[in-house]
């Protein structure tokens, strides 16, 4: 199992590159990184687009 602190470590370095991405106006890398982190959170995608726990 992964360590909590190194899972914080990667989804922080996600949100840099998604700051970055979205700075460049790349949607599309953008949304990628956006759903990586969902992924790491454990989020799945919804079907309208928005992200639900799995539990649900």
């Known amino acids: 199992m992964t ?3 190194h ?3 990667v989804v922080a370095s ?3 590159t998604l700051g970055r991405a979205v700075a ?3 949607e599309v ?3 990628v990184v ?3 982190i969902g992924r790491l959170l454990g989020l799945t ?3 309208n687009g928005r992200a ?5």
């Open 3 to 5: 360590d909590p602190s």
């Open 7 to 9: 899972r914080a470590a």
């Open 14 to 16: 996600l949100v840099s």
């Open 24 to 26: 460049l106006g790349d």
């Open 29 to 31: 890398g953008a949304r």
């Open 34 to 36: 956006h759903e990586a």
């Open 45 to 47: 995608p919804a079907p």
């Open 52 to 56: 639900r726990t799995r539990r649900q």
